[in-house]
């Protein structure tokens, strides 16, 4: 790439004004706009090939790539497959065959690679496959050619196979096929791929063709059409004062003036350059006024960093490989805020934490921005490309398989989106165009007051169509190209109203409906929450109500009446009756109505903490920073709302949070105990044990408040059922609870389910705590009470269903032991990995117990 000459275009900017150039060249004064839809840099093509694969009884289309045809004209393709998505590893061997064929579901393959006579006699007739080939994928690298007949074909000597060359390297599988002609003489040819790479398959392929393939047994198909060599990127950008608009990059040598785009008389300016490529670095130069504006792409999908180069990008280049993600319900998700840059270091880095937040019992994970910011270290909330994602971060495919990834451990993904300011610095979209008033943003912004924001005078004007429409695309692209499962949309009080929610931005309010009718229109289970902090029912409310339409909200009348009460040294400063409305000040009615934490990306820092750091400075594992913090905690993962937790949170991380400070992971080790009362906490949340499903019910009843002794009790239900309902009890105090008496919904005995004084969670905790009988005798105007014993600054949570220990040999948690679990046991064997007896082997010994408990769970 050739830098950008900005001195000698200043220079010609003065001559252009000068003498009243106008631009014919190659692709200037004769260039028609683009015959494709979208914004920023969109590849093209009218070839491509699907990859499906077969499991148990269906076929699943994994994506589409696209083949090389530069030299489709000599008969030539050539297509690369990701051998991660064929399910491939070095040193499988494949078994296949190939053939061509026309575009329709009726015909049959007209030239097949494993023959070397005639497949078929004629388009009405099925084609059958000779004995299938094979290729082993030996060493880190290798290819085989295959030859066939030519000659062998009853019609369409383009459809003819010369010769094949199947190759490989710890990546991929390479597949060129030559056939005997211009591959796009027919303007329709197929190339169909059957490959059996496994036990198992199907003698059917997905595109329903009449090919016998002689008892062979298939779970991969690849179906390749080609229509003709119309391929490249369709460029389109929004500039209504420009000029002109000339298109540099790698395609044309970052020569000015060899291509302009063409006005399509909207304020749009687009045109398709075959000679452009994925992969390819590219500017615009927008001219206005006789002068130079270089700027990136106002829609860049991916760019080299804030102050670089667009990079045009293939959004279709990815193979998702989790497609039966269900989302978890609103009611029954536990959110992690996650700082990618600090939580691992990047996206890739990220992949390897996702186990251990599988683990602990996470099932959605909220990521701090995302979006190109300037610099490489950052929060985030300075994003300066709202379509592209921080490079420091990595790529769009990074991305992708992130969320795959977190998919296939049950992991919902959300991100955090800004639309109350952009920058305020390293924006392309910044006096995109040249024109500007007042000296302030141009076309993307307000350009009089109300422009003015805490972070920069960089307010997007939310009553201009084209920046309303912007935005709304923005937020379906995150949703949609990345299969992200809701948004949080930062700061929404600078959206609807300036200055802190001074002065009404009626176009803002209208904004945040739009989005959201369209988000609900597209997906209306994606969860899209706002941060507003003014704790008020309308953000949530129904957009036919009259309200924003929002799913959820950061719940300011949660966070710091919370963080006030487990903060202050003093007990006789702790509000029970604080406690009680937090837990039960719900919006609209609604648990799911609200998000409630005690630590967020904000929360501890702006010249706050950490809660355990606030509590004990400088000594953050103490005891009491240590049962007070976890207080909180138990009582996030126990009220009403949507429960989050802030990175490092579940492992006492201490200090405040700063994007160049990475979490010390040395303290899973140290505090494992602290670790261990989250990762329960949680599992107690979600049911996982089928004994507290009343933690996620819609109704809760603080029955028992003793603002004296600092104690509270709530009772949590839903529907019905086993663990329907659940008792909490708090001590907010340094003294112990003895005989001491609560009221309960029902008689019986009620088991103690979780006790955060446990010596499991701490060696220096005293395990004080017990089952209850609960008898006839009123209390808490409950008919029945009973007698309970909690230690100071701690939590017990009481159901009447009794905890019921797990197979210890269901190892993948199904329910279930059965031959999977066995085969985990034999792979695990002479190691801890499968160890059930505790003698820290797998052995005979563990082999037996999987054996005697075959069968269901009891």
Known sequence: MTSMPYIKLAIMAVVISACGITFASRQGARSVPSSHSGYGAIPFSNSGCQVWSYSQTNWTELGAIRPDISNAASGTI??????????????????????????????????????????????????????????????????????????????????????????????????????????????????????????????????????????????????????????????????????????????????????????????????????????????????????????????????????????????????????????????????????????????????????YLEELGINAIELMPIWEFAGDSSWGYNGAHPFAIESSYGTPNELKQFVDEAHARGMSVLIDVLYNHWGPTDMALWQYDGWSENNLGGIY??????????????????????????????????????????????????????????TDIPEGWSLLQWINDEIDAYDSNQLIICEDLAGTDWMTKTTGEGGAGFDSQWDVYWIHPIRGVIETPNDAERSMWTVRDAVMAVYNGDQTDRVIYTESHDEVANGRSRVPEEIAPGDAGNWFARKRSTLGGALVLTSPGIPMLFQGQEFLEDGYFHDDDPLDWTKITTYSGILQLYTDLIALRLNKAGNSIGLSGASTNVHHVNDNGKVVAYHRWGSG????????????????????????????????????????????????????????????????????????????????????????????GDGIVNVTDLLTIISAWGTPNADITGDNMTNVSDLLIAIGEFGPCP
């Open 78 to 355: 050539k297509w690369t497959f990701p051998l991660a998505t064929l399910g491939l590893v070095i040193g499988d061997t494949i078994r296949f065959d190939i053939a061509t064929s026309r575009d329709e579901v009726t015909d049959p393959g007209v030239d097949h690679l494993s023959r070397s006579d005639q497949a078929t006699d004629g388009w009405g007739t099925p084609s059958a496959s000779g004995e299938f080939l094979e290729y082993t994928l030996g060493g880190g690298s290798g290819s085989q050619a295959f030859t066939d007949t030519i000659g062998d074909v009853f019609d369409y000597p383009s459809l003819d196979i010369v010769w094949v060359i199947v190759g490989h390297d710890t990546q991929n599988l390479y597949i060129t096929v030559d056939v005997n002609g211009d591959v796009f003489e027919t303007g329709w040819t197929n190339f169909l791929f059957f490959l059996d790479t496994k036990n198992g398959g199907t003698t059917e392929n997905p595109w329903g063709r009449p090919i016998d393939l002689g008892g062979e047994e298939i779970d991969v198909f690849l179906g390749s059409y080609l229509l003709d060599a119309n391929e490249g990127v369709s460029f389109r950008t929004w500039a209504p004062n420009a000029s002109y608009v000339a298109l540099i990059g790698d395609f044309n040598n970052w020569s000015m003036w060899s291509t302009m785009l063409s006005a399509e008389g909207n304020g749009d300016w687009s045109l398709d350059i075959t000679e452009a490529s994925v992969g390819d670095e590219y500017r615009y130069v927008i001219i206005n006024g006789g002068a130079q504006y270089s700027r990136m792409d106002a829609r860049s999908y991916q760019v080299t960093d804030s102050i670089g180069n667009s990079i045009v990008h293939d959004p279709e280049s990815y193979f998702w490989q989790t497609n039966d993600f269900v989302r978890p319900a609103w009611n029954e998700t536990v959110v992690y805020e996650m700082h990618v840059g600090t939580f691992a270091g990047g996206l890739t880095q990220a992949i390897t934490r996702l186990d």
């Open 721 to 812: 059922g086993d663990g329907n309902d659940v008792i909490v009890v708090m001590n907010f105090s340094i003294n112990n609870l003895t005989n001491y008496r609560i009221g309960f919904p029902y008689e019986g005995e009620w088991y103690l389910l979780f006790n955060s004084d446990s010596t499991v969670y701490s060696n220096d905790y005293t395990d004080i705590g017990h089952d209850t009988t609960a008898v006839q005798f009123v209390y808490d105007n409950m008919a029945y009470s009973g007698i309970i014993d909690v230690a100071p600054y701690s939590v017990q949570i009481f159901s009447q269903a009794e905890t019921v220990e797990p197979c210890p040999a269901d190892f993948n």
């Open 445 to 502: 912004f307000y350009n009089d007051w109300r422009a003015e924001t805490p972070w920069g005078d960089t307010r997007p004007d939310f009553g201009r169509n084209e920046v309303r429409e912007y935005i709304r695309d923005n937020a379906l692209y995150w949703l949609d190209e990345y299969r992200l499962d809701g948004l949080r949309v930062d700061g929404t009080k600078w959206i609807r109203a300036t200055d802190d929610g001074g």
